[in-house]
């Protein structure tokens, strides 16, 4: 009864939302904006450029830059994110995260990842990952971000399941909605995301047959 599950990558597989942060931290710090974690809840999920304009707006410097010399900066953090990146290793995914992808392929259930980073491949492929999933949407097969739903029914059209039989786990705000507005029960792992169908505080506590659980009750409720 459940065809899939679609995975975000940033912040859910493994926690390369606290690199985005940093190098994004960085950045602002240099232009003498400043940014906190929780300022960082609304950059979760938000493509590299879209991300530079919400940290200008909040440093009320949105009309100081070109869009080249904003392609330069949005570069200058993607070189210090990626410079993060080399560090990373199987090691990485996070807590819960492999008995939770053993659990569902046992069950035939397939698995795929929607995620709008265009260093999404290089992430996987990191931590070993990049055989693992059915399919992997990035940034590149897209048009729209989240919370648009493209991204989580382009996975579920590749995969060829029915959205309202699949399950998407994310940790952003804008993931949340991405998934809702697809018609999949949405799974949030953080403590800010009240409009998930299903919560948890962190990955640890992904455990399959709670989900399941909760996928069930809700599918019995409607
Ligand atoms: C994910 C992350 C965001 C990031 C976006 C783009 O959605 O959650 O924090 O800004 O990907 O990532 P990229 O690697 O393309 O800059
Ligand atoms: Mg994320």
């Given at each position: 009864y459940i065809d899939a599950v679609i995975f975000d990558l940033?912040?859910?597989?493994?926690?390369?939302a606290e690199y985005h942060f940093l190098a994004w931290k960085a950045l602002a710090d240099q232009l003498d904006i400043s940014i906190d974690r929780e300022f960082n809840e609304n950059l979760k999920g938000v493509s590299r450029l879209d991300s530079l304009e919400l940290i200008l707006k909040h440093g009320n410097r949105q009309n100081d830059f070109s869009l080249l010399e904003k392609e330069t900066l949005a570069n200058q953090k993607n070189e210090l994110y990626c410079h993060y990146l080399t560090n990373l290793s199987p090691e990485d995914i996070l807590p819960g995260i492999p008995e939770l992808i053993r659990n569902i392929k046992e069950e035939g259930i397939l698995i795929g990842v929607a995620s709008v980073s265009k260093n999404a491949g290089t992430v996987l492929q990191a931590l070993g990952l990049n055989l693992t999933f059915d399919y992997c949407v990035d940034?590149?097969?897209?048009k729209r971000s989240k919370p648009d739903p493209e991204i989580f029914l382009t996975a579920c059209e590749k995969l060829n399941v029915d959205p309202k039989k699949s399950i998407g786990i994310e940790d952003a705000v804008v993931g949340i909605d991405a998934i809702t507005a697809s018609g999949m029960f949405a799974v949030g792992v953080g403590n800010?995301?009240?409009?998930?169908d299903y919560k948890v505080e962190n990955t640890k506590q992904l455990e399959w047959t709670k989900i399941k659980k909760a996928y069930t009750n809700l599918i019995n409720v409607n």
């Open positions: 940033d912040g859910v597989i493994t926690d390369t940034a590149a097969k897209i800010i995301l009240d409009k998930a």
